[in-house]
């Protein structure tokens, strides 16, 4: 299985308009994120876990020519508002592209891009196949997937195991029961905005005590504000199984 950061920031992560930060002025490439996004390649299959306002960018950058399925994590617009640009695939695949995710996030998909869904069809409108899922793991081409609920503030939000990997973003709050579902993975990612307190994600200490517990063989830290600072010097300071992620970082598993 090859994992590929396809972003590791969120909307405070990205370079920010007229900020003078020392993360946001960083000329070091590992400080220029695009919101956070993962690509699972197995079996010679591609999956995407969720398409954010950089989806056309990161499938450019990562050269993506196919997409077997998209995965979604929750609806807020860091993870969904870049779905119209699927229909550069549907051309190219002359199909549609297969979804899965959650009743409220297809809800939301239907809302937020209903131009795609109206009748008579408007040519050229994002063609999906939107599939449920729940929290019972299902297969996708021979690789178990075991979706994860976690909490986004009060927002339920799924996190997915695949195999031996798991990928959690957007959580301050994971419950014993779903503890479960993530231990004995090789490779953890885990959400951290920053250091101080935020109301709906894990700071860089929580993060920490979180992938102790768990003890993975190691972690990588995604959806990274630029209030955390520079990936060197944060980098620097973290045990020795433990990372930041960064914008095209490959794990191999
Ligand atoms: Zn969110
Ligand atoms: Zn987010």
Redesign the pocket.
Known sequence: MKITFLGSG?SQGVPIIACECEVCASVDPKDKRLR?SVMVEHNGKIIVVDTGPDFRQQMLTADVKWLDALLFTHA?R??LSGLDDIRGFNFKMKRAVDVYCEKRVESAIRREFFYAFEEPKYPGVPEMNIHHIGLDAFELFDLKIEPIRVFHHKLPVLGFRFQKFVYI??ANLIEPKEMEKIKGCEVLVLNTLRREFHISHFTLDEAIELVKIINPKQAYFT?ISHQLGRHEEVENELPPNMHLAYDGLVVNL
């Open positions: 969120t956070s807020h860091d993870h973003t957007d959806h």
